[in-house]
């Protein structure tokens, strides 16, 4: 927001100046003024980007693997995950997000988004939110 209004007063004062800029000029006779002011440029401001999705290699146990996670079956463990996390809702799945998120047997953070990424992608956004606890 700061940027913003930097942004705002920085074009604003622009304007101002360029307007001023042909003041003296403007007595003489001979010198012709345009009243004809030019575009004002044209300010994007960018949302707040959202996390990006996993990477994944389209094989559950081999990600798993690549975070050390190595389950007697993967199938039982998926399923437990899948039930954690992605059937859970409002305070449930925090509760969950924050217990998985924290234990490096489940892979940790990076074994919750996994779990996100392959069976509830579209929990991403407030998984994030709970996953942030652990920035505190």
């Not at 403007?26 to 960018?46: E, F, I, L």
Request: hydrophobic share 35%; glycine share 12%.
């Amino acid at each position: 927001m700061k940027k913003l209004a930097t942004t705002g007063a920085a074009l604003l004062l622009v304007t101002v100046l360029s307007g001023c800029g042909g003041a003296a000029d403007s007595a003489s006779p001979a010198v012709s003024t345009s009243t004809a002011m030019a575009p004002a440029p044209t300010v994007t401001v960018q949302p707040t980007p959202t996390p990006a999705p996993n990477m994944t290699t389209g094989s559950y146990e081999a990600d798993l693997a690549a975070l050390g996670v190595v389950p007697d079956n993967v199938q039982s463990f998926a399923d437990y995950m899948e039930a954690e996390i992605c059937n859970q809702t409002g305070t449930g799945l925090g509760v969950s997000v924050r217990s998985i998120g924290g234990n490096p047997t489940g892979g940790g953070m990076e074994g919750v988004r996994l779990t996100v990424a392959y069976f509830c992608p579209e929990k991403s956004q407030e998984v994030e939110s709970y996953l942030d606890y652990f920035k505190n």
